[in-house]
């Protein structure tokens, strides 16, 4: 298959409306994206990631007007939530409309729905008219893309359309609320933080991981984030030794930084998270064996940057 590479959003959006799959970018990740009601298109998202099929796909719209085409009752958190923090990186997870086809939510009867905050990314769906369900716009297990490049690597010949834009903002992805119980269920943690949640409703808590968080977010059980080498997560950079072959990463200047066959000091938790999956992404391409990172602490944006860097090092 050929891939177009292109940077305007209205030719991406002509692809989508011939039933085809485009990455865009979004202020989290890039997606990749097809019609929500298009049964056959969504169908291609999930072959061209090689994605597990029970795996839901997040729906993204320019307008709250297409929320009634696609939710049923939207709980009066939810309404809070979308007031206080749509556009932006936070996904609400709603009962579904009898329009979204079950593939889209990988046989769930909920979808999570969210408002990117990208220009570039309101431009493309203003443009294809219709909400959009997209993942991340990785091969599945890999780290989730952050630049236009890394979703060429892993989807060139795969995909008919990349949209190129920037690198994105944020770089991890999106915080996503179960807002179907009687308290929101935070099941993946992302930029919009848990303490910002808990500012407009104080009742919000973190998924039990052991329980209901697993089986709730389907996408939380496989494989995610990994580079190929081994990550080791360590307390001060002075933990990190170098070696042949290894790199590190963190807020800590790491007094032998240039020993590292890869090193990165950040000067923000916010430019960490940022850099976390292009850096692993780089780590694979240098083959390195032993990938340090500095952990920070589990607060604010730091409780998701450490979510990835633990799944990282678990995988
Ligand atoms: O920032 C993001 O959310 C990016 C950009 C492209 O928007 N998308 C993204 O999608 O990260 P994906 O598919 O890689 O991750 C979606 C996560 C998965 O863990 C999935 O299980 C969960 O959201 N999810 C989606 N719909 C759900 C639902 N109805 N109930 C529970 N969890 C859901
Ligand atoms: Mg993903």
Redesign the pocket.
Known sequence: MKTVLTSSPRKAARYILQGEVVAFP?E??Y?LGANIFDEDAVKKIFKAKGRPKD????A?ISELSELPLITQTISPFAETFIQHFFPG?L?V?LPKSNYVPHIA?GG?D???V?M?QNEFAQEFLKATGVPIV???ANLSGKP?PTTWQTVEEDLHGRISCILKGKQTEVGL??T?V?CTKKFPIV??TGAITLEQLQSVIPTTRLADARSSGLK?????KYRHYSPEGKVILVVRAKDAIPFRNSAYIGLERHEELSAFRLGKVCTSIEEYARSLFLFFRMCDEKNIKTIHCQIVKETGLGLALMDRMKRAAAG
Do not use: M, Q, W
């Open positions: 979004t989290t990740v997606g795996n839901p796909l997040i993204h990186p996904t997870v939510t769930l909920t979808l999570g969210r990117p997209a993942p991340s989730s992805e999106s996503v179960d099941l993946r709730k977010s389907p996408g939380t």
